[in-house]
């Protein structure tokens, strides 16, 4: 009889690592990768911190806002929206403008250039065709999921004011804080995502809260203005379907940036719209404990500005041939999203910190500083993933 095989010995596992070995070469390459990019962590950190001290600021007005948004019902729902679309109609204002100091077809700042025109005229447009979108889908969105609608005027009135005002005097805050940046030899991509938020938020709250006191102190004219705006948002419609450009500058013009960026945006507060829907449900817990509506503004940005600026970073490496097409996470890119972690391990923890002192010295009612440090890290994961694909189309 054959005898049976002896199954082979099974040698014993060598090179086998501890927990505490693999977390220990996880933070030395963490901090080694923090030391090659030091000035870049350096810039986005300084503008991420700004944005949250802005946001914090902005939070202080919603929660002193809660018989507002009690009384005109559906106004929460903007909220989302208006801070998104500010933050995006200026985040990518400000990439385009990067990418164009990047590939010097612009070197100045001065309005007499045509790319630099361009890019102020559309994003006007763009603002104004946005608010008028975004308060017709809230309108419909409350209206057909039973939800109490403060009425399609109001929306119109209160979305067009508001992210008018916030959206030119963004876009200058944009212009000027690219053009100082660029003097001071900073690197675009790492500045204005946050820079822009900052500012967003700072004005976008206050004029969203002023148009609403328009409307219910002059409410008189609220169907004029609505009328207005949307016979405004046609005609530009119409012109930008009309308008014939140079092919020179049709990479950059007017007319390709609209087209090329409305259904984009469209899309984007939509979501934010959705997000808008879930707060309209729960407004009265909101109202109910004001530091959740401090916290509102922030949580929703920083997420989005580390995401951003990891975005504008990957796009404008791709437009300068530095970095391949294919749809790979190769070296270059791991170190962009191992940077964005790093921002993120230190701004999330800090948010919560600053919206519970912001609070306290303003006298809102509050919950406890460890609560509200878990709530603000939470924020992260989902927002830069999507950033490196999302860069690409």
């Not at 164009?100 to 250039?113: C, E, Q, R, W, Y």
């Not at 919950?367 to 709530?375: A, E, P, Y």
């Amino acid at each position: 009889m054959r005898k049976k095989a002896r199954p082979a010995e099974q040698e014993p596992l060598t090179g086998e690592k501890t927990i505490a070995e693999s977390v220990y070469e996880i933070a030395k390459s963490v901090l080694v990768q923090a030391k090659e990019n030091k000035k870049d962590i350096k810039q986005s950190s300084f503008a991420l911190l700004l944005s949250v001290i802005t946001g914090t600021l902005a939070g202080i007005f919603l929660g002193h806002a809660q018989e507002t948004l009690l009384l005109l019902p559906g106004l929460i729902v903007l909220i989302p929206a208006a801070l998104g679309m500010r933050g995006n109609i200026g985040a990518a204002l400000g990439a385009r403008l990067a990418t164009a100091l990047h590939l010097g077809t612009i070197d100045s700042f001065s309005p007499k250039n045509k790319i630099i025109r361009a890019n102020i005229y559309s994003s006007i447009t763009l603002s104004l065709l946005l608010s008028v979108f975004l308060a017709f889908f809230a309108e419909i969105l409350t209206t057909s999921l039973g939800m109490p609608s403060m009425g399609i005027a109001s929306f119109i009135a209160i979305s067009v004011i508001g992210g008018m005002i916030a959206g030119v005097v963004l876009i200058f805050i944009t212009i000027i804080t690219s053009a100082a940046a660029y003097r001071r030899g900073w690197d675009l991509d790492n500045i204005h995502a946050p820079l822009i938020t900052a500012f967003g938020d700072l004005f976008t709250i206050p004029s969203l809260l002023l148009a609403t006191f328009i409307v219910q102190g002059y409410n008189f004219i609220v169907i004029d203005i609505a009328v207005i705006a949307v016979i405004l948002a046609v005609l530009n419609l119409f012109y930008i379907f009309i308008r014939k450009e140079e092919v020179i500058y049709r990479s950059g013009s007017y007319k390709t940036i609209v087209m090329q960026s409305v259904l984009i945006l469209a899309a984007a507060g939509a979501i934010d719209v959705l997000a808008g829907i879930m707060l309209e449900s729960k407004v009265h817990n909101l109202t109910a404990i004001p530091i959740l509506l401090v916290l509102l503004p922030v949580f929703l940005e920083e997420g989005g500005n580390i995401g951003n600026t990891l975005a504008s970073r990957i796009g404008t490496k791709l437009h300068l041939g530095t970095l391949n097409t294919k749809l790979e996470v190769g070296k270059e890119v791991r170190k962009e999203f191992l940077i964005s972690y790093i921002l993120s391990i230190f701004i999330f923890p800090i948010t919560g910190l600053l919206v519970y002192i912001f609070s306290v010295g303003f006298g809102i009612q509050h919950i406890g500083v460890q609560t509200m440090s878990l709530q603000s890290i939470n924020n992260y994961h989902s927002d830069s993933n999507f950033s490196y694909i999302d860069c690409r189309f």
